[in-house]
Every structure is written in structure tokens, then in C-alpha cells.
């Protein structure tokens, strides 16, 4: 799921690839935002893109 997130996809996206309800995705990615201590997508993609330097 982080992974796909760190492409910049949408919740809804990520709940149909996955066959996950779309409260669950939001669950999985606020907890992925407490984690990685962030607070918005773009933060997620910049977090992902520092490693892949």
C-alpha cells in the first residue's frame, strides 16, 4: 500500500487494486501517516523519493 501511495495513487484506486473497502484504505493510511510521521500524499512521494536517491 505504501508503495502506491508513494505513486501519488488515490485512496479509491488503492481500495479497487487491493479488494479492500474504501474505510479500510483510510484506516491503513492514517495509520501510514502517524508512522511516517507526514500529513499529506506529497509528503508520503517525498519520504519514498529519499530513498530511492
Same mark, same amino acid.
Given at each position: 500500500?505504501? /508503495?502506491?501511495? &508513494?505513486? !501519488? @495513487? *488515490? *485512496? =479509491? +484506486?488503492? &481500495?479497487?487494486e /487491493?479488494v479492500l =473497502? &474504501?474505510?479500510? %484504505? @483510510? !484506516? +491503513? %493510511? #492514517?495509520?501510514?501517516?502517524? #508512522?511516517? $510521521? %507526514?500529513? =499529506?500524499?506529497q $509528503?508520503?512521494? $517525498?519520504? &519514498? #523519493? =529519499?530513498? #530511492? $536517491?
Amino acid at each position: 500500500m505504501l /508503495l502506491l501511495l &508513494a505513486e !501519488g @495513487r *488515490s *485512496s =479509491s +484506486y488503492i &481500495a479497487e487494486e /487491493l479488494v479492500l =473497502s &474504501a474505510n479500510t %484504505v @483510510r !484506516g +491503513y %493510511v #492514517k495509520n501510514i501517516y502517524q #508512522k511516517l $510521521d %507526514v500529513h =499529506s500524499k506529497q $509528503d508520503v512521494i $517525498d519520504f &519514498a #523519493k =529519499s530513498f #530511492k $536517491d
